[in-house]
């Protein structure tokens, strides 16, 4: 049963409705009021379950103003629910903004977990996943998403990404450019659904094999793609940028040196790729 007062966050399926959990169904028949992202596209889900509970909608184009009405059932001792059009909310989807100021007012935030796209592809990539970095959606506009794509080139960590179909072979090409042809990319599209695909190859194969395949542009998308390994015979970042600022200062020789000290790693190594990378 639900706790008075409360706003419940409700994942919800990503498609197959099977994977709607038991207490997230108790907790939407028994609240006050439901925040759906579109109450349209979460009415057949709310059928299928025999749900009557009302519905308002709360989205990126009326959040601040209904906000104001969800904090009222709350005020009254009511409790409401928040859900996405699928998944688990908040990610890259809105509610933010309710989940704060409820937070802010005092009244309980009580997860209710399930389906999430992220978790789902990170489970079925068979990429290191003990650290990874959630990026959302990349930019629409190529030159954003490359600069984006730029600035994550050796990002350690596996990077899950969002992507909309109509854009998802432009990324993959700029995957394949930027990280180079080789990086592991994962495309886990339409999950739980009827036609899902989770394939794992290197960025320029992966491409390729979508561009040959018009069905695999469509449907809800994620990529997952492999962290930046570095050569064992590349520097630390870190020592990059001793090096740097050391020589913008000092003769190259003294750089190095110093460098060396502060470092631990060779003056030889570090005085090579200065010449070579920083002159």
């Known amino acids: ?22 207490r997230a169904v108790e907790v939407l028949q028994s609240v006050q009021l439901i925040a759906a992202e579109d109450t349209r596209h979460s009415l057949p889900l709310m059928r299928h379950f025999g749900i009557n509970t009302k519905m308002m909608a709360c989205h990126d184009h009326n959040e601040a103003h209904a ?9 009254e ?4 629910a928040l859900i996405s059009d699928a998944g688990t909310p908040l990610i890259s989807d ?25 978790i789902a592809a990170l489970s079925a990539a068979g990429l290191p996943s003990d650290r990874f970095t959630f990026e959302g959606f990349l930019p629409a506009k190529a030159q954003a998403r490359r600069t984006t794509l730029e600035g994550l080139a050796r990002e ?12 998802l072979l432009e990324s993959l090409t700029d995957l394949a450019e930027i990280l180079g042809p080789e990086r592991r990319v994962v495309l886990a599209r339409e999950l739980t659904k009827l ?6 190859k290197p960025a320029a194969e992966l491409r390729d094999w979508v561009a040959a395949d018009a069905n695999q542009q469509r449907g809800e998308c994620v990529l997952v793609v492999t962290g930046y390994q570095a050569a064992a015979d590349e520097l630390p970042a870190e020592a990059i940028q001793v090096l740097r600022v050391l020589k913008q200062e000092l003769p190259l020789k003294q750089a ?3 460098a060396a000290k502060i470092t631990g790693l060779k003056k030889n190594q570090l005085y090579q790729y200065a010449l070579d990378f920083l002159s």
């Open 1 to 22: 049963m639900e706790t008075p007062a409360t706003l419940y966050v409700v994942a919800t399926p990503l498609g197959n409705l099977g994977d709607m959990v038991p």
């Open 67 to 75: 906000i104001e009405r969800f904090l009222a059932v709350l005020r």
């Open 77 to 80: 001792g009511g409790s409401v």
């Open 94 to 118: 809105p509610g933010f903004r309710l989940v704060d100021a409820a937070l802010e007012q005092g009244f309980k935030v009580s997860p209710i977990p399930g389906a999430s796209a992220v």
């Open 156 to 167: 350690p960590r596996t990077m899950v990404f969002y992507e909309a179909p109509h854009r």
């Open 195 to 200: 036609f899902e695909t989770v394939v794992r």
């Open 256 to 258: 190095s040196s110093l």
